[in-house]
Nanobody
């Protein structure tokens, strides 16, 4: 069984930075794409960024130039460096992984709050 565990959320002021991490635990699996999604109160869950096993990245327009996703395939981890944070970035951030044979797996989420 594969589990994703996020860390690094918290409270930060407008313009500040946070770094989120996600680690996949378990054994005998291979991961294709990993990514971060977020869900603000009353809103639908939306893609923030993803990274393929080969390192190709994609970002939501709202975070381009501010957020950077990175990946360590050997450790099955991804990070999301978030800079120049805005109050509208406030949300629960979820890690997601597309795992071969198993399918998509979600973490439980970590809360990011950006104060104005």
């Amino acid at each position: 069984q594969v589990q994703l565990v996020e860390s690094g959320g918290g409270l930060v002021q407008h313009g500040g930075s946070l770094r989120l991490s996600c680690a996949a635990s378990g054994s005998g699996f291979r991961i294709n794409t990993m990514g971060w999604y977020r869900q603000a109160p009353g809103e639908q869950r939306e893609l923030v960024a993803y990274i393929t096993a080969g390192g190709t990245t994609n970002y939501a327009d709202s975070v381009k130039g501010r957020f950077t996703i990175s990946r360590d395939n050997a450790k099955n981890t991804i990070d999301l460096q978030m800079n120049s944070l805005k109050p509208e970035d406030t949300a629960v951030y979820y890690c997601n992984a597309d795992i071969r044979v198993i399918g998509r797996v979600w973490g439980k989420g970590t809360l990011v709050t950006v104060s104005s």
